[in-house]
């Protein structure tokens, strides 16, 4: 083998540039050695880390805004005495409490995502601010919790109104989201013409998997929601998704549409599921909800439901915030290797609209009236969302289908135009 080796000069190094050659073989020009670029990989590795430190730091949130509610009056007497907290601090606990939690989250990732929504680079300083100083971001954080405590309920008031904003944009987001998750998985798995023929059957197996779910869904919340002719508004509420599916199939295998039955078999069985979530989140003493009141009490399958909905929010933020690419006009898009893996400025900004969500939740959309103890998003106001959000998952959807054909220039055969 030809004597390759040749000492690298500094210049070269810092050039980024590096010729090697040898007796049997032409220059080779290397450009890939930067400086900058030496330790992308720990740099890499780290910001992906961070994803997950967020997402604990926002889980321990949510957790203190549920204690803030239910046990605040009891655990922190001290903010009887503070005057924002009003006459026996009732405006630091229950519902303004847990406002007062999500607006110090809210101030924690708008001020990310106001320090590294210009990041590009990993070697940028933004981009390192965001995957270290994690002491300095204990201190911020610790402060952007506590800011809230001292503000006047007047003011607490109109971040809850605004709250309500920020968590119908954050819906919306997480709409578009888990659509293109489900165009993605449609892409991906539906048969082709060099398709096998065992994935044909698997394709065809998942799909009817999926509508076999949903119409037990259907079958289901019609024998315990809708039991009696007298709930007229959850057999309207269960028909209406039952024809927002076949609606949904049809489109879907339309000849001009053609994707097939796998995404809108998957896209049936989430808008089941969001229909369901609706009814459940009735009032317990509603004569058409199998929930009975518990009157105060709750058991283990209460705080079992309780911390599954609170790791469910976690989840749904962390998948959102890591899926910018779902908003960006052109979905192709060539990573350097010194590039960022994931939007840092969008994932901090859906982590923010995300601390609005759970103020929401915790509160079942209602300025007014707390929420019973492990109690979360029940109430008639949180129905009343969840039944729109469910609307319109099901329209976000079919424009998908119908967009790209609706938008379609029509083709014209001008050698047909010319003859005579």
Known sequence: MADMS????????????????SSNTQRVKVSSVDPRNIDCFGARNKSLRARYVYS???FVTNLT??????????????LYY??????GGHDCFHTLGVLRVSLGCFIFFLLMFLTTF???????ACSKWHSGWWGLKLVLLLVSMVVPFFLPP????????????????????QLISVIEFIRWWNKYWSPDEQ?????????????????????CGIVSMYYFYAPRLACSLNIFFITWTAFLLMVMMAMSLHSKVNKGLLSSGIMASYVVFLCWSAIRSEPADEKCNIQKSDNGHFDWTTILGFLIAVGAIVMA????????KSFQFSKTEFKLEDDIRYNYGFFHMIFSLGAMYFAMLFISWNLEDSANEWIIDVGWASACVKVINEWLAATIYMWKLIGPVVKKPKVVNDEESMQP
């Open 6 to 21: 040749r000492s690298i000069s500094v210049a070269e190094i810092e050039s980024g540039v590096i010729d090697i050659s």
């Open 56 to 58: 604990i730091i926002f």
């Open 65 to 78: 805004a549920w204690f803030i509610r239910d046990y605040g009056h009891s655990v922190f007497p001290p």
């Open 82 to 87: 503070k005057e924002a907290c009003g006459i």
């Open 118 to 124: 210009t990041a590009r680079k990993l070697y940028e």
């Open 154 to 173: 007047d003011f607490i008031h109109v971040y809850g109104e605004v709250a309500r904003v920020g968590a119908g944009i954050f819906l919306l987001l």
């Open 195 to 215: 398709s096998t023929q065992r994935c044909c059957s698997i394709t065809l197996f998942t799909s009817t998997v999926f509508y076999g779910v949903s119409i």
């Open 317 to 324: 933020t962390f998948s959102t915030g890591i899926d910018s």
